[in-house]
């Protein structure tokens, strides 16, 4: 499958899990971008968008919970980590309600394209690309900064939510 949009380090997060889910989001793009470039039929593209928003769906799922412990674990009053100066319980719960966001704007997406017997690649492709780097940069750009300071301050909750 041709690559319209390759990792980099910047959408890295700094958890394995959760860049091998973002690097498996990345994979489902580039299938439907495929498929659209080809002689796909739109039965296919509509199993392509379904995986896509079944693999970003779970993701969310995951990197919600993982926000979801890291203030569960902060919360304690014993606990007085550097990190938590790096990322407030507001901000988690701000991040989860863009995880909604996003999901709402890929199914809007994926209703305007499945119409299309074959929809247009590139318009196709830039948008997809554009909604996966806005969330991977833009909204995810403090998970790195969270996950790299609990690597130093308190690994051991580092490797639970491994």
Same mark, same amino acid.
């Given at each position: 499958?041709?690559?319209? &949009? =390759?990792?980099?380090?910047?959408?890295? @997060?700094?958890? %394995? %899990?959760?860049?091998?889910?973002?690097?498996?989001?990345?994979?489902?793009?580039?299938?439907?971008?495929?498929?659209?470039?080809? +002689?796909?039929?739109?039965? *296919?593209?509509? @199993?392509?968008?379904?995986? &896509? +928003?079944? $693999? =970003?769906? +779970?993701?969310?799922?995951?990197?919600? %919970?993982?926000?979801?412990? @890291?203030?569960?674990? $902060?919360?304690?009053?014993?606990?007085?980590?550097?990190?938590?100066?790096?990322?407030?319980?507001?901000?988690? =719960?701000?991040?989860?309600?863009?995880?909604?966001?996003? !999901?709402?704007? &890929?199914?809007?997406?994926?209703? /305007?394209?499945? #119409?299309? =017997?074959?929809?247009? %690649?590139? #318009? !196709?492709? *830039?948008?997809?690309?554009?909604?996966?780097?806005?969330?991977?940069? +833009?909204? /995810?750009?403090? !998970?790195?900064?969270?996950?790299?300071?609990? *690597?130093? /301050?308190? #690994? /051991?909750?580092?490797?639970?939510?491994?």
């Amino acid at each position: 499958v041709q690559q319209f &949009l =390759t990792w980099g380090d910047s959408f890295s @997060v700094g958890h %394995a %899990a959760l860049d091998e889910e973002h690097r498996l989001i990345i994979q489902a793009i580039n299938n439907i971008c495929a498929s659209c470039d080809e +002689k796909g039929d739109p039965q *296919e593209l509509s @199993v392509l968008f379904n995986k &896509l +928003k079944e $693999t =970003t769906g +779970k993701h969310f799922e995951h990197e919600n %919970a993982i926000l979801r412990a @890291v203030v569960a674990y $902060t919360a304690s009053e014993r606990r007085g980590h550097v990190f938590i100066g790096a990322i407030s319980q507001a901000v988690i =719960t701000e991040h989860i309600k863009e995880h909604a966001q996003a !999901l709402i704007i &890929l199914e809007s997406m994926i209703r /305007d394209a499945l #119409p299309d =017997t074959r929809p247009n %690649a590139q #318009p !196709l492709r *830039e948008i997809l690309s554009h909604w996966f780097v806005n969330h991977a940069v +833009k909204n /995810d750009a403090h !998970l790195k900064t969270l996950f790299q300071a609990m *690597e130093k /301050d308190c #690994p /051991d909750l580092l490797l639970r939510l491994s």
